[in-house]
């Protein structure tokens, strides 16, 4: 088994092991959760015993108190300075001070157990929930352990202490605070669900000095630093983050970002380069990209990476909307009205990047002149101008005798006419009603994506015709 086959086994132990502890799951369903969990865990370990991260999200899973131990025990004989296995060492000491009395800890049996896990799971009465210690009703941080003993509810903004498990004026789920720093992290996400930026900043510190090897902390925290307008400490704990999992795309899509945002086009590019390399098939890293090189006019490029984001993701909408609006600088827009079409589909209404695209498509869109794009009228009248010039020319190469015609000039006339309804379908009117009978599409070839080659082709058959009269066959 390779090392990245370990790394994901160990990431799906990893999200059992958190499905295990959330609240909002029924017991059967967590139950299973943690049974998951156990076996991937232990299926890593086997695999790779030095593997603290394994033994550390075992500890969350095992049974008894007992195994707890041993499985922190183990993360400290690997880690010794892992602050989340010595609190929890710390933890297991004073709910279970007979574990660390040697005699006794051979002594349970499966009963106690059980007894055993169904007391961890229970709210602690007195003392700090996190380190037991005795703490006043006073108190909103444990004096001790210096964690929050009461949080702010992210959608009421109720003071609500962190033992409960959901806010009691607005019933918003809380969490689970028995493991603190995934309690913290989630109630940071739910602030920043609610633009409670500040609030999710206090949170992931909190979960940081927790457990600082957490996957994708420091993404999330230069992200909320970033959105707090501090580009310079956002940018270096991206930095970090990028160090700490330089496989994930995450912390580099994040990193190029606040880069673009402050201008730094040459270093958001490189970073947005590695994040491909780390997903090379992911639509949202070649639409970072293809959005960079659209700011920097290179528009070209660009194109090229938004076509591949919507040939990868064809639901994108803002690569859909980017791409309409280069098409739009270009001056060619009829595909900037498909792409743009394509947008209003997929972007969320009123949000104000689709309403930009509905102005623009309000502007652009051919169907409001649908009357004139379907008309016969229109048609014969645009028609008629090329293909009366090969007329007129073979007529006056029979002197004005209709009858004197040659065969070839009677060709001509018919390539004459052909080629000026291609030109006008493919160059004006896409949605003729002859174009729309021949390819039985009531959009004609409105929707088609090479119409050059018809109009091409309609030109090119227009000066056969006129060749054909100019040097008679025959
Ligand atoms: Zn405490
Ligand atoms: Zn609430």
Known sequence: MTDSQIETLLADGIAAAKAAWHKDEHPTVQREHKLRAQDLLQQVIELDETNAKAWLWLSTVVNSPQDRLICLENVLALDPANAAAHKGVVLLKQQYPELFDDSVAEESDAAEESDAADDYAQPSKQGCPFCQHPISQMDTVCPHCELPLVVDCPVCNTRVDVELDTCPRCNHLMGDYHLPSVYFTQLAIDYRENHRTGRALDALRVSERLQPDQPDLYRQIGEVLAELGEPGAAISTLETAV????????????????????????????????????????S??????????????????????????????????????????????????????????????????????????QERLKILDPQ???????????????????????????????????????????????????????????????????????????????????????????????????????????
């Open 243 to 282: 160090k700490k999992e330089p496989d994930q795309m995450g912390p580099y899509l994040a990193l190029g970002r606040v880069l673009q945002q402050e201008g730094q086009w040459e270093r958001a590019e490189k970073v947005y380069r590695e994040a491909m390399r780390t997903a090379p098939e992911s």
């Open 284 to 357: 949202e890293t070649y639409y970072a990209l293809g959005n960079l090189l659209f700011q920097q006019n290179r528009l070209d490029e660009a194109r090229k990476h938004l076509q591949h984001t919507v040939k990868i993701d064809p639901q994108h909408g803002a690569a859909w909307a980017r791409l309409g609006q280069l098409y739009d600088q270009n001056k060619k827009y009829q595909p900037a009205v498909r792409a743009y079409r394509q947008a209003t589909k997929f972007l969320i209404p009123n949000t104000p990047d689709e309403q930009r695209v």
């Open 368 to 474: 409001l002149h649908g009357r004139t794009a379907r008309s016969w009228w229109q048609l014969i009248l645009q028609t008629a101008v090329p293909a009366a010039i090969i007329f007129i020319a073979a007529l006056l190469d029979a002197r004005f005798q209709m009858t004197q015609i040659h065969w070839s000039g009677w060709l001509a006339i018919l390539l004459g006419i052909a080629g000026s309804f291609l030109w006008v379908t493919a160059f004006s009117l896409p949605r003729n009603p002859v174009i729309c009978a021949l390819t039985g599409n009531p959009q004609g070839i409105d929707e088609m994506e090479h119409r050059w080659i018809v109009s091409t082709l309609g030109a090119i058959l227009w000066l056969v015709a006129l060749v054909i009269i100019l040097l008679p066959l025959g």
